[in-house]
C-alpha cells in the first residue's frame, strides 16, 4: 500500500482548490456573460446563485470529501450506495478534459505567436482557415474529421507532458507546488493587464458597457440559469474535483472559511478578469470607430480573433498578448489537473493499483481522446459536446448529489454539525435550508429549461449530426460510469 496523499499546509490547499475553479471560465465566459445578462444587474443573481448554491455545495463537497477521505465513487458508496453517480460526475470531468487541455493548447502557441502577432492582420481569418483549419459542416459526409492540425497535435502534448509532471508529482509535491507557483503569478499578471486595460483610451466605454445595469434582465429567467451555470462551472462543483481535493486535507481541517475563500478568491479573480477584458474591448471600439456591442463577445472568439486585433492596435501589445496566452495557460492547467485527479483518485481505488499508475491509464486514455478536437472539426464538436456535456450534466449530477444528501440521506444536520465542530465559524440555518429548499428546486427548474430549450431548437443552429453526437457522448458517459460502477472491486494484494 502507497502512503495516503495529503496537502503539506492549508494554504496548499486553499491555492490548489483556488486553481481548479480559476480557469477559462472566469477570462472568457464570466465577463461576456454578465455583459449579455444586463451588466451590473447580473451581479445580483450571480452572488445569490454564489451564496445560496456555489457557496453551500462547495461546503457540502468539502465535508463529504474530508469526513469519508477517499475517492467520490467510494464516497458516495459509503455515504449511502450511490456509488454509480461519483463515477458519473468524474467521467464528465474526464471528458471535459479532453477538450479543455485542447483549448489550452490553443493559448500556449498564441503566447508564441504573440511575440511578433504572427496573426497578421486579420486574426479571425487567421484563427479560422490556417490555424484551426475549420471544416464547414455543409460538406461534412465527405470529410468529416478534416485532418489533423499538426501545430495542435504538438502543443497538446506539451499540455499533457506538463499535467503528466504535475499529477505524477502527486498531491504535495506536484499539484501543490504548482499552483503555489501558478496562482500568485496568474494574480500578478491580471492585475497588470488590468492596469494596462483600463488605461487605454476608450476603456471607459467598454466599462461603462460592462457595470451599466439592465434592471429588467433580472426578470428573465434565462438571466437566472445564465448565473446558477457560471457558479457551478466556475466553482467546479458537481464533478468531484473539489470532493476529491477535501479527501487530501489533514483530519484538524477548517472547511467553512476554506470554502468562502476559496469561492471569494474565485468570484473576485473573474471581476477583474471582467474589467480587464472590457476595457480593451472598449479600446478597440473606439479604434475601429465601431459600437461596443459589435465588438464584445466572448469564448474562443473573444481570445483567440479579438484579443489579437486588440493587441494589433495597442501600444507595445505583444507583452500585454504574452501575459494574456500565458494567463489563460496558467489559469487552464491548474484546472486541468483537478478535473483528472479525481479519475486518478478513484482508478486507485477501485482496482488497488500504484497511484503512477493510475496517473499513466488516466492521462493516456484522455490525452488519447483529446487528439480528436486537434482536427479541423476539433471546434464544432468540442462547442456541441462542451453544452450537452457540461452546461447540462453538470446541473444535473450537482442535482443529484444535493438531492441525494438532503432528501434521501438526511445528512444535512448530521453534515452541520460535523462542519461547524472543524471550522473556524459556525454554519447557521441558512446553510441547510439554501441544501435542503432552494438550491433543488431551482437546480430542478434549471436543468429542466435547458433540456426543453435544447430539445427545442439546436443549439447554436448546429446541424442535427452534431447534435446527436452530442447526445450520444451525454449517454456514452452515463453508460461507461455504470460500467465502473458495476466492475468487480480488486481486493488488496
Ligand atoms: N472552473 C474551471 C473554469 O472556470 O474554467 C473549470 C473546471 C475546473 C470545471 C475543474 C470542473 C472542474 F472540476
Request: charged share 10%.
Amino acid at each position: 500500500m502507497e502512503s495516503k496523499q495529503m496537502w503539506g499546509t492549508r494554504t496548499g490547499f486553499i491555492l490548489a482548490a483556488i486553481g481548479s475553479a480559476i480557469g477559462l471560465g472566469n477570462i472568457w465566459r464570466f465577463p461576456y456573460m454578465a455583459y449579455e445578462n444586463g451588466g451590473a444587474a447580473f451581479l445580483i443573481p450571480y452572488f445569490f446563485a454564489l451564496i445560496t448554491a456555489g457557496i453551500p455545495i462547495l461546503i457540502l463537497e468539502f465535508y463529504i470529501g474530508h469526513r469519508m477521505r477517499t475517492s467520490v465513487p467510494s464516497a458516495f458508496e459509503k455515504l449511502g450506495k450511490f456509488g454509480w453517480l461519483g463515477w458519473w460526475q468524474i467521467v464528465i470531468s474526464f471528458v471535459v478534459s479532453t477538450y479543455y487541455s485542447v483549448i489550452i493548447a490553443w493559448a500556449l502557441l498564441y503566447s508564441f505567436f504573440a511575440v511578433t502577432k504572427s496573426w497578421g492582420s486579420q486574426p479571425e481569418d487567421y484563427l479560422m482557415n490556417d490555424f484551426l483549419g475549420i471544416t464547414n459542416t455543409e460538406t461534412w459526409s465527405s470529410n468529416f474529421l478534416g485532418g489533423f492540425q499538426w501545430h495542435i497535435l504538438i502543443a497538446l502534448a506539451v499540455v499533457w507532458g506538463l499535467a503528466f509532471i504535475i499529477l505524477h508529482g502527486g498531491v504535495r509535491k506536484g499539484i501543490e507546488r504548482a499552483n503555489k507557483i501558478f496562482m500568485p503569478m496568474l494574480f500578478a499578471i491580471i492585475l497588470l493587464i488590468l492596469f494596462r486595460s483600463v488605461t487605454l483610451e476608450g476603456a471607459a466605454v467598454g466599462l461603462n458597457a460592462l457595470f451599466s445595469p439592465e434592471w429588467g434582465q433580472i426578470l428573465n429567467s434565462s438571466t437566472w440559469i445564465s448565473a446558477y451555470t457560471q457558479i457551478f462551472f466556475s466553482l467546479g462543483i458537481g464533478l468531484g474535483a473539489m470532493i476529491t481535493y477535501a479527501s487530501y486535507l489533514p483530519k484538524k481541517s477548517d472547511i467553512t472559511n476554506n470554502a468562502f475563500m476559496t469561492a471569494l478568491a474565485n468570484c473576485g479573480f473573474s471581476l477583474l478578469a471582467g474589467i480587464s477584458v472590457f476595457g480593451a474591448l472598449g479600446f478597440i471600439a473606439q479604434q475601429k470607430g465601431m459600437p461596443l456591442d459589435e465588438v464584445a463577445t466572448g469564448g474562443v472568439i473573444l481570445a483567440f480573433s479579438v484579443f489579437p486585433e486588440i493587441i494589433n492596435a495597442m501600444p507595445m501589445g505583444n507583452i500585454i498578448g504574452v501575459l494574456f496566452f500565458v494567463s489563460l495557460l496558467f489559469a487552464g492547467i491548474s484546472s486541468l489537473v483537478s478535473m483528472a485527479e479525481p479519475f486518478i483518485s478513484a482508478l486507485g481505488d477501485k482496482f488497488n493499483i500504484k497511484r503512477k499508475h493510475a496517473v499513466n491509464w488516466t492521462l493516456g486514455s484522455t490525452a488519447l481522446i483529446s487528439i480528436l478536437f486537434a482536427t479541423g472539426s476539433g471546434l464544432h464538436l468540442l462547442d456541441s459536446i462542451d453544452r450537452s456535456v457540461a452546461v447540462l450534466s453538470l446541473s444535473i449530477t450537482g442535482l443529484m448529489m444535493v438531492v441525494m444528501m438532503s432528501w434521501k440521506l438526511r445528512l444535512i444536520p448530521t453534515a452541520r454539525h460535523y462542519v461547524n465542530e472543524v471550522s473556524d465559524f459556525s454554519l447557521g440555518r441558512w446553510w441547510s435550508v439554501c441544501l435542503v429548499v432552494l438550491t433543488p428546486l431551482v437546480l430542478g427548474y434549471n436543468a429542466i429549461m435547458t433540456l426543453i430549450g435544447d430539445i427545442q431548437h439546436n443549439y447554436e443552429g448546429y446541424p442535427n449530426s452534431l447534435i446527436y453526437t452530442s447526445w450520444i457522448v451525454a449517454i456514452a458517459i452515463l453508460f461507461v460510469a455504470l460500467c465502473f460502477h458495476f466492475m468487480k472491486r480488486s481486493e488488496a494484494k
